[in-house]
């Protein structure tokens, strides 16, 4: 049996696509990833992270944005001519925006302050390299990998270089603590309850 590379797509092919399709589907590269079902433990975390998240933005200038909601991200050292390349769409499970001119009626276009992505089994690889190194190629300042199989949480955060470090992995208990946005915390016994 022989693995089939997937195949490219435009981003055209991928709107009309997405237009058809009752799936939750990301494009990176021209290809189409099919994001899984949510389980119910990834719905709670989910939903204490933007409670938390909503709460503690509340009368300031970012704004929260749970799943489903589209980014448009661009790499930051993309060939202008390559537009199957240049355009990637994501759909991350929390996202905070500060940077309300890019807001559109169904998307956001840029690179969010910080996203959050939950894991879950069918998706680990793709959460844990294939998106750290497209949010990190596309200047998100800080990327939060929640693994609810594991309870931990793992916190990168963009450099002045502009490549991402590990700051804090954190494995059941303790806080896990925003370097963008000053303030904000997570008890991880909480998050995790």
């Keep these: 049996m022989s693995l089939t590379e997937p195949q490219v797509i435009t ?3 991928y709107n009309k696509l997405k237009e ?7 494009y990176i590269d021209g290809i189409v990833y099919m994001t899984p079902s949510p389980s119910t433990k990834h719905q709670r975390i989910s939903s204490r992270l933007h409670a938390r998240l909503f709460n503690f933005l509340a009368g300031k200038e970012c704004e ?4 489903p909601f589209d980014i448009e991200l661009r790499a930051i050292d993309d060939d202008p001519g390559d537009q199957t390349k240049k355009t990637k769409v994501v759909i991350p499970d929390l996202s905070v925006i500060c940077d309300k001119t890019k807001l559109g009626e169904n998307k956001y276009v ?5 996203i959050i992505e939950i894991i879950s089994p069918s998706n680990q690889a793709h959460d844990l390299v294939k998106k750290l190194n497209l949010y990190m190629q596309c200047g998100v300042k800080e990327y939060w990998i929640v693994n609810p199989l594991l309870n931990t949480v793992q916190i990168y955060a963009l450099n002045e270089e502009g490549q991402y470090y590990q700051v804090e992995v954190l494995k059941e208990i303790g806080i896990a603590r925003s370097e963008v946005l000053q303030g904000f915390s997570m008890d991880l016994e909480e998050l995790f309850k």
């Design 11 to 13: 981003i055209a092919e």
């Design 110 to 114: 840029g690179s969010p302050e910080l």
């Design 20 to 26: 058809n399709s009752e799936d939750r589907l990301e």
């Design 64 to 67: 929260v944005f749970p799943a």
